[in-house]
């Protein structure tokens, strides 16, 4: 690696290895990965819809390989408690004392499997590590490592034996993907590589390094008008019936409660990890369009008319980004002038 390249090249190539040594065992899934790449990046969370056997553990287990980082997976199942996640306190007859147990939290990626299957108390216990990356035991608080990646998985054709997820949680997640089946010429490949001699995962950075890529990627430069932008297109999603434009009255109906405030953080932090990703220190205005519906999908709460006109979050976003004008690209002096600035 050229030590005298600028860090934004330094965090691409770097991320780039990571991907590679990832695609050795996932096939085909590049949305996906890309998505799991910039929640990396930007210190997010991610929570992915799809059907058993996409490769979602797979994918986390290897990049936990390329990283050097402790993984740990979590079945979400009716009868957890939140001890089984964060740990508890434990008496030992020999000493007379209370010892604390630490949960399987404590990694640096945690996979929960099925979460929609253990009911809000299990819930709950995530609220607190995936905010404050910490948990609380018996009054005392335990740092998780850092970095910290929650990444939740549901099945999306099975409802039996579920709980809908409390919109607390659900908020704190950066974003929520949607896996599909892959195409036959990808399944194809997934067999023979499957049914072939396993694949040598190499590590490509270190958990201390990926830290150091994650600073770098938070003094990305937003342009103002990107920021104003990500604040409209939200905000349209809470002020439909106020809106000027017809088209937009008329999806107040569909809606409930908009997105919140932190679809606008993540939609900016996204927007600057995805523009490191495509190699760039600077964010344009289509880093923002290709973040906008992940980020919002899963905090738009629908009305029953909706589901019973089968009106997804996806065509409402789809609708909202038609009506809000997306800023022209940021002029390169802007860039510059900022880039030569001295970091704060």
Do not use: W
């Not at 908020?171 to 949607?178: E, N, S, Y």
């Amino acid at each position: 690696m050229d030590d005298t390249a600028p860090p934004h090249r330094h965090v691409a190539a770097t991320m780039e290895r990571i991907l590679y040594e990832v695609k050795k065992v996932v096939v085909g899934q590049d949305h996906f990965l890309e998505r799991v790449l910039v929640a990396t990046l930007a210190q997010g969370h991610l929570l992915v819809e799809g059907v058993p056997g996409l490769a979602k553990t797979l994918t986390v287990k290897t990049l936990a390989q390329t990283i050097h980082g402790t993984f740990r997976r979590i079945q979400f199942t009716p009868d957890l408690v939140p001890a089984d996640l964060v740990g508890t306190r434990i008496y030992s007859q020999k000493t007379g004392e209370f010892a604390t147990s630490l949960g399987p939290v404590f990694a640096n990626l945690l996979l929960a499997d099925e979460i929609n299957r253990a009911p809000a108390k299990v819930q709950s216990a995530l609220l607190e590590v995936m905010q404050e990356r910490q948990v609380t035991i018996a009054g005392e608080s335990h740092r998780v490592p850092s970095p910290f990646l929650v990444m939740a998985t549901q099945n999306p054709i099975e409802t039996e034996g579920t709980y809908p997820l409390p919109e607390a949680q659900v908020d704190r997640f950066m974003m929520k993907v949607l896996v599909d089946y892959p195409t036959e010429d990808e399944e194809r490949v997934i067999v023979e590589r499957v049914t072939g001699p396993g694949a040598l995962v190499s590590a490509v950075t270190t958990t201390d390094e990926l830290a150091a890529l994650q600073k770098v990627c938070r003094q990305s430069y937003v342009d103002p008008s990107l920021i104003d932008y990500a604040v409209r297109l939200v905000g349209a999603t809470r002020t439909l019936e106020k809106s000027r434009d017809k088209p937009l009255q008329e999806l107040a109906r569909y809606v409930t409660f908009g997105a919140s405030p932190r679809a606008t953080i993540h939609m900016i932090e996204g927007a600057r990890a995805l523009a490191l990703l495509r190699g760039r220190d600077y964010v344009l205005p289509e880093d923002v369009t290709d973040m906008a519906p992940d980020v919002m999908r899963h905090r738009l709460v629908l009305s029953y008319e909706a589901l019973s006109d089968n009106f997804t979050a996806d065509m409402l976003i789809t609708r909202v980004m038609q009506h809000v004008p997306v800023p022209p690209r940021p002029l390169q002096t802007h860039v510059d002038i900022n880039a030569a600035a001295p970091a704060a």
